[in-house]
């Protein structure tokens, strides 16, 4: 998936605007030159688990299930990670604290689903009504031993992951949303620090399908709307 930039410069300009088909980088900063020389900076402020729900719907669409289904549920297992990351919050632990303790999770989906799970069982005082069965044993199945799953399963796929996302972004909502402006407010000021404090970097917010910024009813309830959808979505580009 690339990301079709528009140049700033030539907006402001009034001139005819070049497009850059950019790739998505993991430390977020980006530099573009345009085919006029303008030089744009500027960082995406979107949540890590939106991007990658994206991604991962955009590799269907583009042909590439087994890269959807690890894309879709490395946005899941970031979602559980913002998730406990708001928990945190509504305790007022530091965030420093935080990022430190989570170290020990950082490299094993088997930890981070068990941190989630317990965390969630803490602050709800319920158990998670999710399949968690169907929904490992489909996600081993391709990521470890190399299954080849048919467009029509990843959808349904698509569609057990996306119905827990919209649950959890429902219930957080609702009962911790001074917490969730705090860490989305951490990420965006963490986001826009970079090691050259002499360059002038401009914030971009994607309109994506899961937005944390979106009402829930604007959210798509089915993964086939997201893939139609995006189909129509100017801003992605199939690689």
């Given at each position: 998936?690339?990301?079709?930039?528009?140049?700033s410069?030539?907006?402001?300009?009034?001139e005819?605007?070049?497009?850059?088909?950019?790739?998505i980088?993991?430390?977020?900063?980006?530099?573009i030159t345009?085919?006029?020389?303008?030089?744009?900076?500027?960082?995406?402020?979107?949540?890590?688990?939106?991007?990658?729900?994206?991604a991962?719907?955009?590799?269907?669409?583009?042909?590439?299930?087994?890269?959807?289904?690890a894309y879709?549920?490395?946005?899941?297992?970031?979602?559980?990670?913002?998730c406990?990351?708001v928990?945190?919050?509504?305790?007022?632990?530091?965030?420093d604290?935080?990022?430190?303790?989570?170290?020990?999770?950082?490299?094993?989906?088997?930890?981070q689903?068990g941190?989630?799970?317990?965390s969630?069982m803490l602050?709800?005082?319920s158990t998670?009504?999710?399949?968690?069965?169907k929904?490992?044993?489909?996600?081993?199945k391709?990521?470890?031993?190399?299954?080849?799953p048919?467009?029509?399963?990843?959808?349904?796929f698509?569609?057990l992951?996306?119905?827990?996302?919209?649950f959890?972004?429902?219930?957080?909502r609702?009962?911790?949303g001074?917490?969730?402006?705090?860490?989305?407010?951490?990420h965006?000021?963490a986001?826009?620090?970079?090691?050259?404090?002499?360059?002038q970097?401009?914030?971009?917010?994607?309109?994506?399908?899961?937005?944390?910024?979106h009402?829930?009813?604007?959210?798509p309830?089915?993964f086939?709307?997201?893939?139609?959808?995006?189909?129509?979505?100017?801003f992605y580009?199939?690689?």
């Amino acid at each position: 998936m690339k990301l079709n930039f528009n140049c700033s410069h030539c907006l402001s300009d009034n001139e005819t605007v070049n497009n850059s088909l950019i790739e998505i980088r993991d430390d977020n900063f980006y530099q573009i030159t345009c085919d006029k020389g303008h030089v744009s900076h500027f960082y995406i402020q979107n949540l890590k688990f939106e991007l990658l729900f994206d991604a991962g719907s955009m590799a269907l669409i583009d042909g590439y299930p087994n890269a959807a289904v690890a894309y879709i549920s490395s946005s899941l297992e970031r979602l559980h990670e913002f998730c406990i990351h708001v928990y945190s919050k509504v305790n007022d632990i530091d965030d420093d604290i935080f990022k430190k303790n989570w170290k020990y999770f950082n490299n094993s989906s088997e930890r981070q689903l068990g941190a989630f799970l317990n965390s969630f069982m803490l602050f709800e005082q319920s158990t998670l009504k999710f399949d968690l069965q169907k929904y490992s044993a489909f996600r081993n199945k391709v990521i470890h031993k190399g299954y080849l799953p048919s467009y029509q399963e990843v959808v349904d796929f698509g569609d057990l992951v996306l119905e827990h996302i919209r649950f959890l972004l429902e219930l957080f909502r609702n009962k911790y949303g001074d917490s969730i402006s705090k860490v989305v407010f951490d990420h965006i000021n963490a986001s826009s620090l970079h090691s050259d404090s002499n360059v002038q970097y401009s914030a971009l917010l994607i309109p994506t399908k899961l937005s944390i910024g979106h009402p829930l009813d604007s959210m798509p309830k089915k993964f086939i709307d997201v893939i139609e959808s995006l189909k129509q979505f100017s801003f992605y580009r199939l690689l």
